[in-house]
């Protein structure tokens, strides 16, 4: 059974920093890339940041670019987003997804599994 289980979110000051974990389990997870998502109340779903199977690559979306590093650790099927100087529009609920062979890196139907979802609110 495919999981995906993301962990630390929570309340933010602007300005702070946040580390967000995925944990994957069930599946050939150093064959498929990773990407994280946010949705706020709202809006569409946004993909921020996605990390190649082939070479770890890390890309990012213009939102976050410059405030964000992604990286994946294959031996413990986990990677980890790290964002800086975080705004009140980066308050969402971020996702771990996981895709085989995504094209369209920011288009969520690209990947298979997901998570349930991290709550992040920045905010004083």
């Known amino acids: 059974q495919v999981h995906l289980v993301e962990s630390g979110g929570g309340l933010v000051q602007p300005g702070g920093s946040l580390t967000l974990s995925c944990v994957a389990s069930?599946?050939?997870?150093?064959?498929?890339?990773i990407a994280w998502f946010r949705q706020a109340p709202g809006k569409e779903r946004e993909g921020i940041s996605c990390?190649?199977?082939?070479?770890?690559?890390?890309y990012y979306a213009e939102s976050v670019e410059e405030r964000a590093t992604f990286s994946r650790d294959n031996a413990k099927n986990t990677v980890v987003l790290q964002m800086n100087d975080l705004k009140p529009d980066d308050t969402a609920v971020y996702y771990c997804?996981?895709?085989?062979?995504?094209?369209?890196?920011?288009?969520?139907?690209?990947?298979?599994?997901w998570g349930q979802g991290t709550q992040v609110t920045v905010s004083l």
């Open positions: 990390i190649s199977a082939s070479d770890g690559r890390a």
């Open positions: 997804a996981a895709g085989s062979n995504p094209v369209e890196i920011w288009s969520a139907p690209e990947y298979e599994y």
């Open positions: 069930g599946f050939a997870f150093k064959y498929y890339a």
